[in-house]
Every structure is written in C-alpha cells, then in structure tokens.
C-alpha cells in the first residue's frame, strides 16, 4: 500500500531555533501534500496544502512565513518552523495524495512528528 | 462552512461488546465521508469511506452508512476486540473534491477492556 513517512519522529529544540520536518511518500507520485497540526486530544487542524512545484496555500489564521513549506519534488514535502516558540509545540502530521488515479481518491498520513520547543 | 460533530469520549467498552460512534456532518452539496482510526504511536489510517448518499463502507468489521437525510455517517462494529482500542476521527472531503481537503471531527477514543 501507500506508506508515508516523516522525519524525525520526534524532536527538542530550544526557543528561537528553526526546525525542518520532512515528509515523503515512499511508493507513489504525491502531487498534493497536507501538513496538519493536532494538540493533545483535539482534533487536526489543517495548516496548508502544497502542490509539487508551486507555492504552498495556507489555511486562513496560519502564518506562512513562520511555517516555511517546500514541495520540490512529488515525493518531498518539507515544513521548516522558524523561530520556533513554546506555543510551536505540538503534534506534526503530514499527508500525501498521489496522482494515480485509483489511489488520488485518498490521503495516506505520516506517523507525525512530535516537536517540543523548550 | 463545513463541519464534522463526533461524540465525545473516552467510550470504553467490553470485549465482544457492540460499538457505535456518532458522527454528524454539516457540508454544502455532497461531500465524501471517511472514517480514520489512530492506533497508539501511530499516524491515521483510512478505516473506510462512502461517496454518495446510502453507500455503505465496511472493513475489518466496521461499518458506515452515508445517510445524507439525517447528515450522519456513524461507526459500528458488532463485536470490539482489544486491539480496536484507538482514537477514531470522522472526516469529510466537500466539493470541489479536487482540493483533497479533510475535514476532520475532534476524534473519539476507544478502550476496550479483556
């Protein structure tokens, strides 16, 4: 089946440094990839959608120049969180939707990346 | 706009009990609806999916019925094991569906005791 992946699983990093979580669609051609936040026991929330070579679109309350997103090839999606906060910290989940048409009915979802900001 | 109601947990359930989780939905025109499950340390996985009004969605044991009379699409199992113990989340993908976007609801947490 389709697998995502995401790296790293989990990082530290101290308040004021910027950190780059990748997500990649190992088995299949991923022409949109969604980066979601979820908090503890709440819901996802949608961040952004990113199309392989075009710029990123941002859900409305979400600051783009804080989470820096790249699509450069259809199976890499990067999020860079610049200066990076406490309030930053939460649970970073990916998705991939590929371009083959039997598999473009479906988001396949990264495990997540756990960022804590100290 | 659109939007997913799920019911709130934690449900907590004996083995072989029967399972139902609610979820409503309120969306413009016909959207598609999904059921992801999130097993502990792990990231969601489609559970199953209807795309039109009276589909039915099934796998491993759950069910869905799309019921666009009364905008629900609730989640049942007849009889939970152990290892269904997870956090189920209710989406919905609105038209246009070619922006893939997903709607999710705020996720219920199943525990199933031995």
């Known amino acids: 089946g389709a697998v995502v992946s995401q790296h790293p699983s989990w990082v530290i990093c101290k308040s004021g440094t910027s950190v780059k979580i990748e997500c990649r669609s190992l088995?299949?051609?991923?022409?949109?990839m969604f980066w979601y936040r979820q908090f503890p026991k709440q819901s996802l929330m949608l961040m952004a959608t990113s199309n392989e070579g075009s710029k990123a679109t941002y859900e409305q309350g979400v600051e783009k120049d804080k989470f820096l997103i790249n699509h450069a090839s259809l199976t890499l999606s990067t999020l860079t969180v610049t200066s990076a906060h406490p309030e930053d910290s939460s649970f970073y989940i990916c998705?991939?939707?590929?371009?083959?048409?039997?598999?473009?009915?479906?988001?396949?979802f990264g495990p997540g990346t756990r960022l804590t900001v100290l | 706009g659109n939007s997913v109601t799920q019911m709130e947990g934690p449900v907590t359930l004996s083995e072989e009990a029967f399972l139902t989780i609610n979820c409503t939905y309120t969306a413009t025109g016909y959207p598609s609806l999904f059921w992801y499950v999130q097993y502990p340390g792990e990231g969601l996985q489609l559970l199953l999916k209807a795309t039109k009004a009276d589909d039915k969605g099934s796998n491993k044991g759950f069910e869905a019925t799309y019921r666009k009379e009364t905008t629900s699409f609730h989640l049942e199992k007849g009889s939970v094991q152990v290892s269904d113990s997870a956090v189920y989340f209710c989406a919905l993908r609105g038209p246009p569906s070619n922006t893939g976007k997903l709607i999710f609801g705020q996720g219920t947490t199943l525990q199933v005791k031995p």
């Open positions: 998705s991939a939707r590929g371009q083959d048409i039997i598999i473009s009915d479906t988001q396949y």
């Open positions: 088995d299949f051609q991923a022409t949109t």
